[in-house]
């Protein structure tokens, strides 16, 4: 017997709160605001935790419910429906559990700011579409959740939109993303021709006979590849994570919630979600793969150069979501989705914590003038240090067991490789190595910033001016402060999370996870045409390999964070002169390896040009606006004549009057002589 | 005589009409030429009557005489009122004749 659990009310409770505070919040105290945010927000929390006790006692294992007909036509069907099933159910946790941390974080960062009420209608509007697109039960209705997540990102991203560059940063995810979404969409598009339905249920149970395509490159392939445009979108994967980076335009609460813990995580739910037909297409795993691998060591090395803090963690979140990508690649789905929870705990606390650091000293993000701030915001230290420990890889924390268990997958799955394993380390070493150089940075040697008398000046009006994103949300009161309690709440909260988070173990979670991943039909059923899915990584001297890989990756972690005490504490004078000699190459990765002016000239200035010379002025103004213009001219100097046949003269009427009579009488001789 | 004549001599006498109506800028002179086409017409209807023995040709011509006699009436009428209060003949001087 299955309950009804009320899946629709997850996502209608945040739906519900953006509503009220959309419509009504202008006219409400910040008091009121909060309060029904955050009731809203933790009600859909508290319902999904009531839903987690009740999923053991589920007979079938994917509960559907279905909420009201959308679409109908022939045979095609799209319903307002909910699916749950182990996967979504990890997904469900970690969006309403850290969502609403971060809402709670909110009304202690946010209190001073202008469009308070705005703030947290477009964040619980990002709450209800980020749980449709994890709840939906076919890819439309995670399209609707998938685009709504991108709307509210915009609009949090944009949300001090009087600020240019934030208005473009927007602009700039909306747009990218759209590239993303057009695969999507074309992927929808080919299984509803070729499977007639866009309903999980049905797509799998259809593709789940096909053989994998491991000769060249057929339907499956096309439809995993679309599928991973779309998430390379979303999940800001080579080549289009360029907007991420400036997504931290928005206020660090949302660089958390959206762009660090979970609608970044949405593309690689969406991979993993349609394991099915990406474990039948093996070419489209690889370039899953090799784009996880690369995305992760391409941002992590960019990240070891910036000195915004909200950009290293922006460059970070890249780096750790093509771990995830990576995972996929070689079909280990659920440590992608372990890596996926356990980044959600640590780097939303990582963005938090540096929002309680950019706080504390009135607005600034730049880390070069930052230091020593561990003895005067202890709380945010302890937290951040949690964090960036979990996120470096040291054991016991939440991060050494999803990364570990990544590596060791990338290593041994039937589709890994040692190339991905040692990229992986790489990049291992790397993050290790930025992430304590940002808290040597930040937390230890001298305060390098202005001191507390100038920035109670700055904080009280030069701010605005300011080309600083969280200038805005810096308080009037000057001198280095620890954080309101609101906020600090969420950062322990976060932290615990950080630490004991990844004690589950991914073997426990493997199995939590293993009915969606290795169903026991796919490998039968798909044994007899092919190599089956993998059901279980193979066992080559797996013990010994993976305690040395675990031992690996724990010293490279330990070697980042000596490299880092030796730069950035030890030896100060050393990076700037290391950087010195490298020269160029330190440029490139200080500009980005130039992505961004690459793109540019590659794509976005032929645009412009295209559209505004050739379009607008070639074709809009010379052929369509002159077609119009011209004839509205032809019709004047016709009229003109016209208008003077009216003279008034009585004796050119008389002519008229002659040559009418004429011209009949000319027309009726000719008639009579033909 | 053949019908040739007398349609020759209506079209000359219409053709005199016209070029006095669209010429001549005194409007009595405009009107004498108009009353000439109408008689010029007169004739050719009288000349068809008589060549084919029809009466309606004839009973057509009183018709026209009858209008053109109540025209004159009316148009002399007018002429006197331009005249009035205009103090003067010429039609290129009456131009009110337009929207």
Request: aromatic share 14%.
């Given at each position: 017997?299955?309950p009804n659990?009320?899946l ?6 945040p739906?519900?709160?953006?509503a009220?505070n959309?419509?009504?919040g ?21 319902w999904a935790?009531?839903?987690?006790s009740?999923?053991s006692?589920?007979t079938?294992a ?11 036509a ?7 429906a909910?699916y749950?099933?182990q996967?979504?159910?990890v ?8 969502g ?26 990002f709450?209800?579409?980020?749980l449709t ?10 399209f609707?959740g ?5 709307l509210a ?21 909306f747009?990218?993303n ?10 929808l598009?080919l ?25 060249g ?9 679309l599928l991973m445009l ?7 994967q ?5 907007w ?5 335009e928005?206020p660090t609460?949302?660089?958390a ?10 593309g690689?739910?969406?991979v ?9 297409a ?9 784009i ?6 391409f941002?992590?090395t960019?990240?070891i ?12 979140t ?10 996929c ?5 659920s440590?992608?989705?372990f890596h ?8 939303g606390?990582l963005?938090l914590?540096?929002?309680?650091v950019?706080?504390?000293i ?11 701030l561990?003895t005067?915001i202890?709380?945010t230290?302890?937290?951040?240090t ?5 996120i470096?890889g040291?054991?016991p924390?939440?991060g ?5 268990e990544?590596l060791?997958q ?6 890994g490789?040692?190339?991905f394993w ?18 040597f ?16 000046h ?11 994103a969280?200038?805005l949300?810096?308080h ?7 954080s ?8 322990v909260?976060?932290?615990?999370l950080s ?17 969606v991943?290795?169903p ?21 001297n797996e013990?010994l390999?993976?305690s ?5 990756s ?6 980042g964070?000596?490299?880092?005490w ?10 700037g002169?290391i950087?010195?000699?490298l020269?160029g190459?330190?440029?490139a ?16 200035k032929?645009?412009?040009d295209?559209?505004?010379?050739l379009?607008?002025?070639?074709i809009?103004?010379n052929?369509?606006d ?5 004839s ?10 016209a ?5 008034g003269?009585?004796?050119?009427y ?14 009726m001789?000719?008639?009579?002589v033909? | 005589?053949p ?10 006498l219409f053709?005199c ?5 669209l ?6 002179t ?5 009353e ?5 017409v007169?004739?050719s209807?009288?000349a068809?009557?008589a ?5 309606s040709?004839q ?11 109540a025209e004159?009436?009316?148009?002399l009428?007018i002429i ?5 209060t205009r103090e003067?003949?010429n ?5 009110l004749?337009?929207l």
């Amino acid at each position: 017997m299955t309950p009804n659990l009320h899946l629709w009310l997850i996502p209608v409770l945040p739906l519900a709160g953006a509503a009220i505070n959309g419509l009504f919040g202008r006219r409400f105290s910040r008091q009121i605001v909060s309060a029904v945010a955050l009731a809203f927000a933790g009600a859909a929390f508290v319902w999904a935790l009531w839903i987690a006790s009740q999923f053991s006692s589920l007979t079938s294992a994917p509960y559907h419910e279905t909420l009201a007909s959308w679409i109908r036509a022939g045979d095609f069907r799209a319903d307002f429906a909910f699916y749950l099933d182990q996967l979504s159910l990890v997904m469900l946790l970690v969006v309403t559990g850290v969502g609403f941390l971060i809402h709670l974080y909110s009304v202690g960062y946010m209190w001073e700011e202008g469009g308070f009420y705005r703030f947290f209608c477009y964040l619980n509007l990002f709450m209800f579409f980020m749980l449709t697109l994890v709840l939906a039960s076919n890819y439309l209705l995670m399209f609707i959740g998938w685009e709504g997540v991108g709307l509210a990102s915009y609009l949090l991203i944009g949300f001090w939109f009087t600020k240019d560059s934030a208005a473009s940063a927007g602009k700039k995810a909306f747009i990218v993303n759209r590239i993303g979404d057009f695969g999507f969409l074309i992927a929808l598009f080919l299984l509803i021709k070729h499977f007639g339905s866009l309903n999980f249920d049905q797509v799998f149970a259809s593709v789940t006979p096909l053989s994998p395509e491991t000769q060249g490159a057929g339907l499956l392939t096309s439809i995993a590849l679309l599928l991973m445009l779309g998430a390379c979108g979303k999940s800001a994967q080579i080549p289009l994570y360029v907007w991420l980076p400036d997504a931290m335009e928005g206020p660090t609460p949302v660089s958390a919630l959206i762009h660090a813990a979970t609608m970044v995580t949405a593309g690689v739910y969406m991979v993993a979600r349609s394991h099915v037909i990406f474990d039948r297409a093996p070419a489209a795993l690889m370039v899953v793969a090799i784009i996880g691998t690369l995305t992760a060591l391409f941002a992590a090395t960019i990240g070891i150069t910036q000195t915004d803090i909200k950009k290293v963690l922006a460059y970070s979140t890249i780096s750790q979501l093509g771990y995830m990508f990576m995972a996929c690649g070689v079909a280990a789905y659920s440590a992608g989705i372990f890596h996926l929870m356990t980044h959600a705990f640590f780097k939303g606390l990582l963005f938090l914590a540096a929002g309680s650091v950019i706080h504390a000293i009135g607005g600034e993000q730049d880390m070069r003038k930052m230091g020593g701030l561990r003895t005067k915001i202890p709380w945010t230290f302890w937290t951040m240090t949690a964090a960036t420990l979990a996120i470096a890889g040291i054991p016991p924390l939440a991060g050494f067991f999803s990364k570990d268990e990544i590596l060791w997958q990338a290593y041994s799955s039937q589709y890994g490789s040692w190339v991905f394993w040692l990229i992986g380390v790489i990049t291992a070493f790397i993050t290790s190595f930025y992430m304590f150089r940002l808290w040597f940075m930040t937390f230890f040697g001298e305060y390098r910033g202005a001191s507390g008398e100038e920035h109670e000046h700055a904080g009280h009006g030069t701010h605005l001016g300011r080309n600083d994103a969280d200038a805005l949300a810096s308080h009037g009161h000057g001198g280095i402060h620890e954080s309101p309690k609101l906020m600090l709440i969420p950062l322990v909260i976060l932290a615990v999370l950080s630490v004991v988070g990844g004690w589950v173990g991914s073997e426990r979670f493997d199995r939590f996870l293993s009915p969606v991943f290795h169903p026991n039909s796919t490998v039968i059923v798909g044994s007899p045409m092919g190599t089956p899915p993998p059901a279980v990584p193979e066992q080559r001297n797996e013990n010994l390999s993976e305690s040395l890989m675990t031992a690996i990756s724990v010293g490279v972690a330990a070697l980042g964070f000596l490299l880092a005490w030796l730069l950035y504490y030890r030896r100060r004078d050393l990076p700037g002169k290391i950087a010195h000699a490298l020269g160029g190459l330190y440029q490139a990765v200080l500009n980005k390896y130039y992505v961004d002016e690459l793109y540019a000239t590659l794509f976005v200035k032929p645009l412009v040009d295209g559209s505004s010379k050739l379009l607008w002025r070639g074709i809009d103004q010379n052929v369509i606006d002159a077609t119009v213009d011209n004839s509205t001219e032809v019709a004047q100097q016709i009229s003109d004549t016209a208008r003077h046949m009216q003279s008034g003269n009585l004796r050119s009427y008389a002519g008229w009057v002659a040559a009418g009579a004429a011209v009949i009488i000319v027309y009726m001789v000719w008639i009579g002589v033909r | 005589m053949p019908l040739l004549y007398y349609l020759i001599l209506s079209g000359i006498l219409f053709g005199c009409g016209v070029a006095g109506f669209l010429i001549k800028r005194n409007i009595i002179t405009i009107f004498m030429s108009i009353e000439l086409m109408l008689n010029a017409v007169n004739l050719s209807f009288v000349a068809f009557a008589a060549q084919w023995r029809a009466f309606s040709g004839q009973v057509f011509v009183f018709f026209v005489m009858v209008v053109a006699a109540a025209e004159a009436a009316v148009g002399l009428a007018i002429i006197i009122a331009v005249v009035r209060t205009r103090e003067t003949l010429n039609v290129d001087d009456v131009n009110l004749l337009k929207l």
